[in-house]
C-alpha cells in the first residue's frame, strides 16, 4: 500500500465511510455491504467497492464486510487510530462553539491549545481552556509538536497567522476564515465556509 | 447559457473565484488576469480560464478581466444577485456562532428565523432573533416560502429534521450533524463537519 498513490478524491471520501461506519457500530451493527453503505453515504456500491479495494481485500464474497475490521483499516489509513492534538486559533464565536464541540476526540483529535491577539481575552477560559496570547504562538507549538489548527480569526487576519503556524512547523490547517490561504506544498488546507457552501447550491434552485 | 450542462465541479469553484473577486474589488482593484486570479484561489491560469469560458466570453486579450462585470456575472450564475432568506435550526453552541456570523449578509444570504426543540431555548433571543419552537417549524417556512435551511442539531435529531424541511419545501440544505442525509433528488445538501475536513488532512501527515 503507498500513501502517495491513493487519488485525492477518493481520500475525500474515506472520512465519509470511516463516519459511517462508525455510527453502523454505534448502533450495534457487526457486518455491512457496500450496498448498505452505499445507501448510509450517498455512494453507490459499485463505487465504494472500488474505493475500498484500493487499500485491500476486506470484504468476503457473500458475508460483506466486518466493520469493526474496515474502521480498524480506515482508522489506520486516515492515521486517526491515534489522537492528533490541534491548536485552535481565534476564540470568537466560531472558536467558542469549536472549543466546546464534542465530536472531536471519538474521531481522532484534541483541542489542547487556543489562541486570541485580544488581550481582554487572553486569560479567559474556554471549556477549560485558557486562551493564550498569539505572540507566544510559534514558540509554544514549536515547543509542544503541534501539526494541526484550526484558524478562527478575521478574513484580514488570516494569511498573517498562517505563516506564523507554517513556521512553528503546523502541517494541516482547517481554515474557517473566508478568504484562501497561501502555504508551502507541504502543507495542507481544508476549507468551512458556510457562505461558499450555500451558494454551490443556489446555482440548483 | 444552460445552468443543467455545468459540471458540478466547476460549479463548485464558482464561489471561490468569486469571493476572491469579491476581496479584490473591496481592495480597490479594477481588472484582474486568469494568473493573478489563479494566485490567489490556488488554482491554476488555465483551469480558471476554462471554467469562467462555460459562460462566456467575459475577459479581452491583453486586458484581462474587469472585476465589477465578472462579479456581476458570477452572482448571475450561482443566483445570489439576491437575498436568500435560510432558516437554522438547532440554537445551540454552533447555532449561536452562525445567527451572529457576519459574512452571509454580503454573499447572498440573511438568516431570519431559529428553531430549536428545547422548550426552555424558545423565545430566548439570539442576535435579534427569538428562537421558535421546531413543531411551528413546517407550518412556518412554508407560509414563508424559505427553500434553504442550515442545520446544527445533534446527529441524532438530523434525519427527522431534515424530512420535515423537505416536507416544508425545503431546497437546500447545509448540514452541520455529523451524518449523512438522505433527501429526494430535488433536495440539495451540502456538509460541514470539521472532524471530516481533519481526517481528509491526517491522511497526508
Redesign the interface.
Known amino acids: 500500500m503507498k ?1 502517495e498513490k ?1 487519488p485525492d478524491i477518493i ?2 471520501r ?3 465511510y ?3 461506519l462508525q ?1 453502523m457500530a454505534d448502533n450495534g451493527l457487526k457486518t455491512t455491504s457496500s450496498q448498505e453503505l452505499g ?4 455512494i453507490s456500491a459499485a463505487q465504494i467497492r472500488k474505493d475500498i479495494s484500493q487499500f485491500g481485500d476486506f470484504g468476503k464474497q457473500g458475508t460483506g464486510y466486518s466493520i469493526a475490521y474496515l474502521l480498524d483499516k480506515l482508522r489506520e ?4 487510530d491515534r489522537i ?1 492534538e ?1 491548536a485552535l486559533i481565534g476564540a470568537g ?2 472558536g ?3 472549543a ?2 464534542q ?2 476526540t471519538n ?3 484534541h483541542i489542547v491549545m487556543v489562541f486570541d491577539n485580544d488581550k481582554e481575552k487572553v486569560g479567559e477560559k474556554i471549556n477549560g481552556f485558557i486562551i493564550e496570547d498569539t505572540e507566544k504562538m510559534v514558540e509554544r507549538l514549536k515547543s509542544a509538536g503541534i ?2 489548527a ?1 484558524l478562527t480569526v478575521p ?1 484580514q487576519a488570516a494569511q498573517g497567522v498562517t505563516d506564523k503556524l507554517v513556521q512553528a512547523g503546523v ?2 490547517i ?1 481554515n474557517y476564515a ?3 490561504l ?1 502555504v508551502p506544498p507541504s502543507v ?1 488546507v ?1 476549507y ?14
Do not use: C
Request: proline share 5%; no cysteine.
Open positions: 500513501a491513493i481520500v475525500g474515506l472520512p465519509i470511516l463516519r459511517a455510527r445507501e448510509h453515504v450517498g489509513i486516515l492515521k486517526v492528533w490541534v464565536d466560531m467558542h462553539a469549536l466546546r464541540y465530536g472531536f474521531r481522532g483529535f501539526k494541526m484550526m478574513a502541517k494541516a482547517l473566508p478568504i484562501n497561501n495542507k481544508q468551512i465556509d458556510p457562505s461558499t457552501h450555500l451558494q454551490r447550491m443556489t446555482y440548483y434552485l
